[in-house]
């Protein structure tokens, strides 16, 4: 049972930056497409990031892109979420998660698509 767990978060100012990490334990992520999420009090969860297994290739949400990068070190099973000229809007909390199944139909944004994940890190900026 894979166990993820993030640190990094905490507050900043605007225009300031954040390195999120997530380190897994139980097993290994080397194999494992990986993504981050945030969820803001009263929204729902949206997707933010995702890498491939071997960090050929990465997605962004249209909010976040330009502005943050998310990559892995599968030697540290670890995975990595830069966040610079913050904003605000990013205040929320965020999740790092991991596809392990097989690859399927359920868009890469939809939380559904990911079967293990962090229990989050908060990141707030202040205006």
């Known amino acids: 049972q894979v166990q993820l767990v993030e640190s990094g978060g905490g507050l900043v100012q605007a225009g300031g930056s954040l390195r999120l990490s997530c380190a897994a334990s139980?097993?290994?992520?080397?194999?494992?497409?990986m993504g981050w999420f945030r969820q803001a009090p009263g929204k729902e969860r949206e997707f933010v990031a995702r890498i491939t297994w071997n960090g050929g290739a990465t997605y962004y949400a249209d909010s976040v892109k330009g502005r943050f990068t998310i990559s892995r070190d599968n030697a540290k099973n670890t995975v990595f979420l830069q966040m610079n000229s913050l904003k605000p809007e990013d205040t929320a909390v965020y999740y790092c998660c991991a596809q392990s199944r097989v690859a399927s139909a359920i868009p890469i944004e939809n939380p559904r698509k990911y079967n293990y994940w962090g229990q989050g890190t908060q990141v707030t900026v202040s205006s």
């Open positions: 139980g097993g290994s992520i080397s194999n494992s497409a």
